[in-house]
T-cell receptor, first 114, second 110 residues
């Protein structure tokens, strides 16, 4: 089956630093990748939609200059949290889709900003 | 008003019981996912369906597009089924955007 990986799975950083999270589709080429955020006991919230070779589409309320998304190839998308602050601490999940409605989810990255 | 409503929010069952989780949505959709999220956070897509009924092992999912309602059933529940189950309709169009319910926390006791 289709596998999506994320790296790192867990990261702890100091306030003000930037953190990069990678999302890879391991055995298929993803036309679209999605980035989600989940706060404790909350539902997932879509942050942005990313298509290879084009600018990401951000959801309302998500700062594009703070959450930089690069989708350099059909198998890799990166999310960089710039100048992270404690309120950015969350669980970040990516998903990838091919050409149907099916989405394949990564295992998630737990970010803790001290 | 939430676009996706799940019920119940929490469900505790004894091993072997038949489980039903319901989902009602108000957004227009092309399909709907049922997702399973374990305590570690990882998410697995259990089903993606656009009509009728699908079965996989002890899991059954149904959807009624006209009534904007879907159900997830678990037969002969087991403690390893304990997880959060999330209903996620897929909006129409080319971007396959998901809207998520708040999830149902299922605990199956031995």
């Amino acid at each position: 089956g289709a596998v999506v990986s994320q790296h790192p799975s867990r990261v702890i950083c100091k306030s003000g630093t930037s953190v990069k999270i990678e999302c890879r589709s391991l055995d298929f080429q993803a036309t679209t990748m999605f980035w989600y955020r989940q706060f404790p006991k909350q539902s997932l919230m879509l942050m942005a939609t990313s298509n290879e070779g084009s600018k990401a589409t951000y959801e309302q309320g998500v700062e594009k200059d703070k959450f930089l998304i690069n989708h350099a190839s059909l198998t890799l998308s990166t999310l960089t949290v710039t100048s992270a602050h404690p309120e950015d601490s969350s669980f970040y999940i990516c998903s990838a889709t091919v050409s149907t409605d099916t989405q394949y989810f990564g295992p998630g990255t737990r970010l803790t900003v001290l | 008003k939430n676009e996706v409503e799940q019920s119940p929010q929490n469900l505790t069952a004894q091993e072997g019981e038949f489980i039903t989780i319901n989902c009602s949505y108000s957004v227009g959709i092309s399909a709907l996912h049922w997702l399973q999220q374990h305590p570690g956070g990882g998410i697995v897509s259990l089903f993606m369906l656009s009509s009728g009924k699908k079965k996989h092992g002890r899991l059954i999912a149904t959807i009624n597009i006209q009534e904007k309602h879907s159900s997830l059933h678990i037969t002969a529940s087991h403690p390893r089924d304990s997880a959060v189950y999330i209903c996620a309709p897929v909006s129409g169009g080319s971007n396959y955007k998901l809207t998520f319910g708040k999830g149902t926390l299922l605990t199956v006791n031995p």
